[in-house]
T-cell receptor, first 116, second 116 residues
Framework: AQSVAQPEDQVNVAEGNPLTVKCTYS??????LFWYVQYPNRGLQFLLK??????LVKGSYGFEAEFNKSQTSFHLKKPSALVSDSALYFC??????????????FGTGTRLQVFP | DAGVIQSPRHEVTEMGQEVTLRCKPI?????LFWYRQTMMRGLELLIY????????DSGMPEDRFSAKMPNASFSTLKIQPSEPRDSAVYFC??????????????FGAGTRLSVL
């Protein structure tokens, strides 16, 4: 069975500091991995994805994520946090060879709070 | 493109009443997903369609919930009768199922449902 774990309910970071939001996954075979962000009173918005190739993926708003197969992780990172990055972040996974389903499995979300 | 459009944005109803939520996916997208988000349970996939056909409805809570997609540009999620525990934000998302853009889901702004 596919699953995603986001071990931190909330991450607090000071503006200008680097941030990391953690995600680990479990799938059979190779994964498709995604990060989405949700701002207050809005729907989820795609940030970035890993399909294949370079393990470091760059996405919107200066975010990046590193795929680590041995650790089954896909942590979201940003070198310098902004107050406007404060939001709810979701990691999602799908097995590349999930013949019987096209759905993504979402994590429980991590609330990022960036303090001025 | 206007994105995924959901209506209404807010719905307040009394227990026992029928509720219908509406979604217009992005033109050309052949997948449509209905999600429910609550503080307690996070983001839950209720049902998804491919080419207007329901593929997986295993997330639908019970028989009070039903979803239809009569054509490629419209879907409804109906709750009859509604109960207070159905109070949540309901999201619709659509996806273009090509290999190039596979699995990027585009979310609507959601419908906030309150059942009194």
């Amino acid at each position: 069975a596919q699953s995603v774990a986001q071990p931190e309910d909330q991450v607090n970071v000071a503006e200008g500091n680097p941030l990391t939001v953690k995600c680990t996954y479990s799938v059979s075979g190779n994964p498709y991995l995604f990060w989405y962000v949700q701002y207050p009173n809005r729907g989820l918005q795609f940030l970035l994805k890993y399909i294949t190739g370079d393990n470091l993926v760059k996405g919107s708003y200066g975010f990046e994520a590193e795929f680590n197969k041995s650790q089954t992780s896909f942590h979201l990172k940003k070198p310098s946090a902004l107050v406007s990055d404060s939001a709810l972040y979701f990691c999602a996974v799908r097995a590349q060879r999930a013949y019987n389903t096209d759905k993504l499995i979402f994590g429980t979300g991590t609330r990022l709070q960036v303090f001025p | 493109d206007a994105g995924v459009i959901q209506s209404p944005r807010h719905e307040v109803t009394e227990m026992g009443q029928e509720v219908t939520l509406r979604c217009k996916p992005i033109s050309g997208h052949d997948y449509l997903f209905w999600y429910r988000q609550t503080m307690m349970r996070g983001l839950e996939l209720l049902i998804y369609f491919n080419n207007n056909v329901p593929i997986d409805d295993s997330g639908m809570p019970e028989d009070r919930f039903s979803a239809k997609m009569p054509n490629a540009s419209f879907s409804t999620l109906k709750i009859q009768p509604s109960e207070p525990r159905d109070s949540a934000v309901y999201f619709c998302a659509s996806q273009r199922g090509t290999s190039l853009a596979k699995n990027i889901q585009y979310f609507g702004a959601g419908t906030r449902l309150s059942v009194l």
